[in-house]
């Protein structure tokens, strides 16, 4: 791409009481992705915010299948870091509060690294479910705070107490306290 003609918008966004920003658009269609005849094309989109002093707050580049045009490049870059948002945050949760999901892979000679996934990932997905339907479960993860610690803080008074339903389960992880048996 270098020394390539790039197309580019700019747009500076002022806001009340707070810093000016500068966005600066530059992209190109239909380069080809990797090296070689049978490269897929794409369309390049470069992002550069500059606060108003000049010190680049963010750089990033996007490739798409959209088309890019002056009248549309700062809606799709706007979906574009929403979603690197999401799956970058997804992700780091999965790898880093409580799922642990990076510590399966290397486990086995053939299936068991895929199970520990599948099962991560399962969990997850409970996990997710619990946080917008259970409200127990709300009012746990609210009074234990962070999600590694809450997994922490499950396993270990499981480890101690038998209970004998989830709601005296989750009732005591809010509470503090061990259910009278």
């Known amino acids: 791409m270098e020394g390539a003609p790039l197309d580019e918008r700019t747009v500076v966004e002022r806001r009340p009481g707070k810093r000016s920003l500068t966005y600066r658009y530059r992209w190109i269609e239909g380069v080809p992705l990797r090296d070689g005849k049978d490269a897929l094309p794409v369309n390049w989109l470069g992002v550069t915010i500059t606060n108003e002093t000049g010190k680049t707050t963010y750089d990033g580049a996007f490739v798409t299948c959209l088309s890019l045009t002056t009248d549309n490049v700062v809606e799709v870059a706007a979906c574009a870091r929403a979603r690197w948002k999401i799956e970058n945050e997804r992700f ?10 990076a510590h399966n892979f290397g486990h086995g000679k053939k299936y068991l690294a895929r199970t520990f996934a599948a099962m991560n990932l399962l969990a ?58």
């Open 92 to 101: 780091n949760v999965l790898k880093n509060n409580g799922h642990n999901l």
């Open 124 to 181: 997850f997905a409970f996990h997710t479910a619990c946080d917008c339907l259970e409200t127990l479960w709300q009012q746990a993860r609210e009074a234990v705070g962070a999600r590694a610690r809450f997994f922490q803080d499950l396993h270990t008074i499981t480890t101690y107490v038998l209970f004998p339903s989830w709601p005296s389960f989750m009732i005591a992880v809010v509470t503090g306290k061990a259910p009278s048996i």
